[in-house]
């Protein structure tokens, strides 16, 4: 026989108003009398949060709930704690909960925290005496015991988060809701949290939690859900669910970039020509010395077109164009060339920016010791880069094609972006392929990533 579910819900739609100038009343009488309640809304003013949505938490069990901003997760979290109700649809817990959502939404500032602790404690259904046996817990855990007697409005926006989550994990709740509220204090403290989850784990809680962090669901979660939308677009193994959210948002970014790159180019197209462009500075990586702008990059075309880019691409693994790319991965720069006219001197450029326009590196056929003989008629250019070996971010590259001297017959400045995508946050600009070693006595273990 099934375990019956520490949380139930089945077929849940939450639909809410929206805001406009229209039909706007300012008080339940007035909408009442107006008639302008949900149901006599018409379709387009309405917003569905949620679109009947179904999921069961077993007890004891993780739930990681996942999506983008919008996608319903914090309403569907708020259904649950019975903080709003659905307009249609059931839901079900059973056991006592414990809400980490709007923390400190209950506390006073013109009181204590002490007196705070104890008003929030019996908020959550414990009693006056059961609060203040976990008292002193409550404050050593928030690290307040300097101002526990102090106004909560002296408090610090941590110090008030701090006290709110202390307060709600430390009520022993059968199902715990956790909204995105590790960001309530220093690292020391988010460790803190964390372990306390554990713990929760290790005693058979049942936690559900709504987060963006992706390695904290693969790391405590039995099961996710995925809300796109408002929708279940995907529940199950936390791996299998994450890596298809990963693949749906990297499809919306590439989406993003490709409208804002083409966005971009058709402006500086309609203003650049020959003519007005003759007084535009030479390509930054043409010749032995960069000019020092370099570091200065504004996106731009110019250039006699005599040569021209007429398209660039760059390739991912598959071959296929692309925005983004995983760090590591081998990508390739395409350019398709045409020439007016045969021309024997030509030199084709690269150069790549970060986010800041801060250039990371630049190189030309000159500097890499080829010499031009003969461009005619249409032809292709591929830069083969084996292993982009960069930081996850946002980067841009500049192509060209010039004379030797410099001479520019068609500049393309920072007028393609790509994405770099890496599980592994380090920081800077460049990740070289590296080994960790110790010695004897120094022991370290693989973690989660």
């Known amino acids: 026989m099934a375990a019956t579910p520490a949380i139930d819900v089945r077929n849940v739609t939450k639909i809410y108003r929206r805001y406009a100038q229209k039909r706007q009343f300012a008080t339940l009488k007035s909408a009442l009398l107006t008639g302008t309640m949900i149901q006599d809304l018409r379709p387009e003013e309405t917003f569905p949060a949620l679109r009947d949505v179904s999921f069961s938490v077993q007890p004891g069990c993780t739930y990681g709930v996942i999506g983008r901003n919008g996608s319903g997760k914090s309403t569907a979290l708020k259904c649950v704690a019975g903080i709003t109700k659905p307009t249609s649809g059931t839901v079900t817990v059973n056991g006592r909960i414990s809400a980490l959502i709007e923390l400190g939404a209950g506390f006073h500032p013109e009181i204590s925290g002490r007196e705070n602790v104890y008003i929030n404690g019996i908020m959550l259904g414990l009693s006056k005496k059961e609060v203040g046996r976990r008292f002193d817990e409550i404050v050593e855990f928030a690290e307040l015991q300097d101002f526990i007697d102090a106004p909560v409005k002296t408090y610090s926006s941590g110090m008030y988060m701090r006290l709110g989550f202390a307060v709600a994990i430390h009520v022993d709740p059968d199902v715990l809701l956790v909204d995105e509220v590790l960001a309530v204090g220093d690292e020391g403290f988010t460790h803190k949290c964390l372990d306390?989850?554990?713990?929760?784990?290790?005693?058979?809680?049942?936690?559900?939690?709504?987060?963006?962090?992706?390695?904290?669901?693969?790391?405590?979660?039995?099961?996710?859900?995925?809300?796109?939308?408002?929708?279940?677009?995907?529940?199950?193994?936390?791996?299998?669910?994450?890596?298809?959210?990963?693949?749906?948002?990297?499809?919306?970014?590439?989406?993003?970039?490709?409208?804002?790159?083409?966005?971009?180019?058709?402006?500086?197209d309609a203003e650049s020509s020959p003519a007005a462009t003759a007084d535009k500075p030479t390509d930054p990586v043409s010749a032995e010395q960069a000019p020092a702008d370099m570091f200065q990059a504004t996106e731009g075309r110019w250039g006699s077109r005599e040569v021209e880019i007429t398209r660039v691409d760059l390739l991912g693994e598959d071959g296929e164009p692309s925005h983004v790319f995983h760090s590591g991965e081998?990508?390739?720069?395409?350019?398709?060339?045409?020439?007016?006219?045969?021309?024997?001197?030509?030199?084709?450029?690269?150069?790549?920016?970060?986010?800041?326009?801060?250039?990371?590196?630049?190189?030309?056929?000159?500097?890499?010791?080829?010499?031009?003989?003969?461009?005619?008629?249409?032809?292709?250019?591929?830069?083969?880069?084996?292993?982009?070996?960069?930081?996850?971010?946002?980067?841009?590259?500049?192509?060209?094609?010039?004379?030797?001297?410099?001479?520019?017959?068609?500049?393309?400045?920072?007028?393609?972006?790509?994405?770099?995508?890496?599980r592994t946050k380090d920081v800077g600009i460049y990740r070289p392929q590296h080994n960790w070693s110790f010695s004897k006595g120094i022991r370290l273990r693989p973690g989660d990533l």
């Open 330 to 422: 081998k990508v390739t720069v395409r350019l398709d060339v045409a020439a007016k006219k045969p021309v024997a001197d030509f030199v084709f450029g690269f150069g790549l920016f970060n986010a800041e326009g801060v250039c990371c590196y630049g190189t030309n056929t000159s500097i890499e010791q080829l010499i031009s003989e003969k461009l005619e008629g249409t032809g292709t250019v591929d830069l083969v880069i084996d292993r982009l070996d960069l930081t996850e971010g946002t980067y841009k590259i500049d192509v060209a094609v010039h004379k030797l001297d410099g001479y520019p017959y068609d500049y393309h400045r920072l007028l393609y972006t790509f994405r770099v995508k890496s």
């Open 196 to 268: 306390k989850f554990g713990e929760f784990r290790r005693r058979g809680k049942t936690i559900l939690l709504v987060t963006h962090s992706l390695g904290l669901v693969e790391r405590f979660c039995d099961e996710v859900l995925w809300l796109d939308q408002g929708q279940n677009r995907a529940s199950g193994d936390p791996r299998r669910v994450c890596g298809m959210y990963i693949t749906a948002v990297e499809k919306s970014e590439e989406r993003m970039l490709a409208q804002a790159d083409e966005k971009a180019r058709a402006a500086v």
